[in-house]
């Protein structure tokens, strides 16, 4: 007790937020005592609408380089993407060890495994309720329930006190694998005296209670005793191993065999049961090859897609593109999901796809949330009894709700920060604070490339989407300055040339004579000639037309 | 009754829905008997996520095109852009008389009026309960209730029989403005005998009765009463004139002046003030100029922008971009509006700011929905009693809900059509059944250009947009073939050029190493050159980045 005043009352403990409060994803949080440095997950986000073919996007961690001999380690919370999908690019640069419970480990590795990176980066699986040291920090691994297994809250222990960090999480009182979240030991720690909790805000919108994912096989077993004569699909997240053990549970039931169709879902289902986190029944799970040997009634197939993905197994067996099974009338589709904000328009495609197929959509009550509601998020703070609230995982909107959630607590408004990526909050007993700034930022991943995708390449993209683009091309003599070729025209994505030959070949005219005005002029600087060709063009083509191509004039001296 | 009996023998009603069906909006359908055409609606819709750069759609009306001498008039239910927002383009080529109630055939006439076309176009204010005569058919426009005034249903009178179109509707029991739905007249309609109906599917899916509008005239003043010593914003939807009616109502009661802004909004609430849709007590209303004169506490501005479109007013007064008024700490608004599909994000990503630059934010509770929902559809199918049920409006998943409730109600499935844009529905008492296509299409309207884009260029856009464009640009010699100058290569929207100058000018190595090898060889075919240049091109960059940018080879022959 003595050394944490001394020690609250030089530096305190830093928290750093580097990535999850500006957008959904991307979680990454740096937690800094002195020359101790530990990291809570690290996060990918999926790109904007405006970040225009760009596959992923990865916090900027120059704040870790930058400290690279502080940083002990990387501790994760659970096995979803805006938790963990950014370690393989991360890694690169920051290659310390991976702290995580044995099926995000397990998810971890398949990710290591494809970026060849196993062999260099250091693992250690943690079992719950046990602790880890690294540098300054001890960090307490917390059983906790939410969409995938082996959700872990983390309680910090710092010099200067304790902070609980909850991850993703619901209070699950009866789940379907393994224990119910250990809320004696969220009590026990709130009793030692919590500095800080950081909490899901997910669902902080949402009154009452998230219903219990058991729910949700009560509600497969309805199902397909209401479609007993037709070929089931469920369509679900590949990562909600206690989905896939629910319906396969009800398929056993109901005598019919299971397959699992799309990438992810396989691999993760592979890893689910390596690490003995799903129980199959014999003879239960079959390739889907062989499907084909049973009649529709026994047959049930668990499928990605469940967002309308185009690309993803049941958009492609809606859409007759599947190599082995077409979805068609009689079929029975039950979407065990609900929408990701953003998803709704692509769900609802496929959905209206499949009933003109003339399939039977189920769309709604197969399907519970991951995350905790506010009375969820009432009993956690309560148990807690932290000092200071810092709302964390949601957008704006909702971090703002489960602030006002503490302050209907007692929390007093002071003591609530909603932070920004990149501020530095600055704990301990006696104040907290915003005390800083570190560099953060949005690193875009466009196929191979890292961060060399920027606002150039992104504005440059939204314009040709927009209008598509008017290349000139010219050819200018060397020695006289002359025009000896062009000016000539080639457009993409701004009109169908067969449909507007005319338009283009005026175009070219309005060009030619606007340089030969110029060249008249003795003007041959190709600065200007460019300028003054995307000027003349431009100004026709917005009078003409009302739209303005990206227009790129190129100049060849022969 | 006679005369009806042989001619539905000889040929029977066509229905020929011409857009609609397989989106949402562009609302058209014809009505054909014999050498008479009528047009219900002419709609526009908006936009799908891969037409980029588009600003709206509107129906291919060549059917009517090539039946010009038929058509008699478009008969429009309601004043909605999915319902008469094609107009201006469509009576270009089919410029028949158009019939429509008061406010309706008011926010026409706007249109009109910016085209430049209200000299060249016949117009017809009907009122309800009133008929008009067009060819072998007679229609009568009935009172129904809408977010927007003055919408109408339609009884279709033909010698095979009667149709009702209910347009977009709801049952207001105590609508804020005018009459409730005509439901006598309904009733009357059915007892005569209906061949078919028609029915707004938009809520089928939705159990129950939808709220009246003035429902939220009192949470309206719940909110005032709560934020009294607050400026107040309201969001909403430019059309709903009964809306603002009740805004303004709220506002006078506690004694608040009430401003206007958008465009949209003005303009329609000037029609609905010119029109006496709208009661607004004197000193009310004032100009968002005079709002300065008025402490915070009596202030109410009614804006644009509910669905977050960050052009709209709400968004710019957020971001610090609008002239006159930014929202900031201590104002409230809120959203008297529901996301449309597809717009969630964009309204979230509103809120956020909204929240972040310290407003209160209310985005619950102050809307309710202009359509019928289940409880309604089957009150009108009930009075209605027809004989075939044509679900329309809706999502390809709503008219099968609609469906449903229809063969609920007692109707044979065999007399249900779910219809496909182009189908030809041929009716009579004996029987109805798809008798045919008619050519129909969504022609893409960008800028001043109506169908000068299409398939090829839109794909283009997205290529474009997805990894950017490279140019290969080469001077030849005319005489000799040589290459005299380049292959230079310019990219946009792949990689900033200045972070990958290695990467290009590898790549134009590769590419003049290639060029050397076919010019070595005797190949001076364009084509075969161009080939040579995206092959080499393309293979380089994808192995390097894993990206396809678009490649486009130009040769100057100088």
């Given amino acids: 007790m003595k050394k944490k005043k001394e020690n609250s009352n030089a530096s305190g403990l830093k928290i750093i937020p580097l990535g999850g409060l500006e957008q959904i994803g991307m979680n990454i949080t740096a937690f800094q005592y002195e020359d101790s440095i530990i990291v809570v997950d690290c996060g990918l986000s999926f790109p904007a609408d405006d970040m225009l073919g760009i596959d992923l996007v990865i916090p900027d961690v120059t704040y870790l380089k930058d400290n690279i001999d502080k940083v002990k380690g990387f501790v994760i919370t659970h096995g979803h993407e805006d938790h963990i999908g950014a370690l393989p690019y991360v890694l690169r640069d920051i290659n310390v060890p991976i702290y995580a419970t044995r099926l995000t480990m397990g998810i971890i590795e398949n990710k290591l495994t494809e970026h060849n990176l196993m062999k260099k980066t250091k693992r250690k699986v943690v079992k719950f309720g046990q602790s880890i040291n690294l540098g300054d920090f ?9 969409s995938i297994v082996d959700a872990a809250a983390l309680a910090i222990y710092s010099p200067a006190g304790i902070v609980v960090h909850t991850g993703d999480f619901k209070v699950d009182y009866t789940p379907v694998y ?28 949402r009154p009452g209670f998230t219903p219990s994912e058991k729910t949700v096989g009560k509600t497969f077993d309805t199902l ?21 053990q629910q319906i396969i549970n009800t398929a056993y039931k109901f005598g019919r065999k299971v397959a699992v169709e799309g990438r992810s879902m396989v691999n993760i289902l592979d890893t689910a049961i390596k690490l003995e986190c ?34 993803a197994a049941l958009s492609r067996m809606a859409n007759n593109m599947h190599r082995k099974i077409t979805i068609g009338a009689g079929d029975t589709v039950i979407f065990s999901s609900n929408p990701i904000p953003g998803n709704e328009k692509s769900v609802t495609k496929i959905i209206n796809e499949l009933l003109r197929k003339g399939a039977d959509v189920i769309f709604q009550d197969a399907h519970v949330s991951g995350h905790a509601c506010q009375e969820e998020i009432k009993l956690i703070y309560t148990l807690i009894h932290p000092k200071y609230a810092v ?15 503490a302050e209907s607590l007692g929390i007093s408004k002071d003591n609530i920060f909603i932070l920004s990526s990149g501020d530095v909050l600055e704990v301990s007993e006696e104040q907290a604070k915003v005390a800083g700034r570190v560099p953060v930022g949005a690193i875009l991943v466009d196929g191979l490339g890292v961060g060399d995708v920027g606002n150039v390449v992104l504005r440059d993209r939204q314009h040709l989407a927009e209008d598509g683009i008017m290349i000139v091309v010219m050819s200018l003599d060397r020695a006289s300055g002359e025009l000896v070729a062009g000016p000539d025209i080639v457009s993409r994505g701004f009109v169908y040339v067969k449909e507007s030959d005319e338009l283009i070949e005026e175009a070219r005219r309005t060009v030619d004579d606007a340089l030969q005005a110029c060249l008249d002029k003795g003007i041959t600087d190709w600065g200007k000639l460019k300028t003054t060709t995307k000027d003349v063009l431009g100004d026709y083509v917005w009078k003409k037309t009302k739209r303005r191509p990206m227009i790129l004039p190129i100049i060849m001296e022969v």
Same sequence: chains 1, 2.
């Fill in 178 to 205: 393994g224990d119910a979240i250990d809320l004696q030991r969220f009590a026990e720690i709130g009793k030692k005296g919590v500095l800080a909790l950081m909490c899901d805000s997910t669902n902080a919108e």
């Fill in 138 to 146: 001890r960090v307490e691994f917390i059983k906790t329930n939410h």
């Fill in 391 to 405: 709302p964390v995982h949601g957008e704006y909107k909702h971090l703002k709700a489960q602030a006002k959630i």
């Fill in 278 to 311: 799903i129980n199959i029944p014999e003879n239960t799970l079959v390739d889907l090859d062989q499907m084909k040997n049973y009649p529709d009634e026994q047959q049930v197939i668990i499928t990605t897609g469940s967002q309308g993905e185009s690309m």
């Fill in 224 to 244: 397909f005793e209401e479609h007993k004569n037709t070929r089931i699909f469920v369509a679900t997240f590949a990562s909600n191993v206690d989905r896939v």
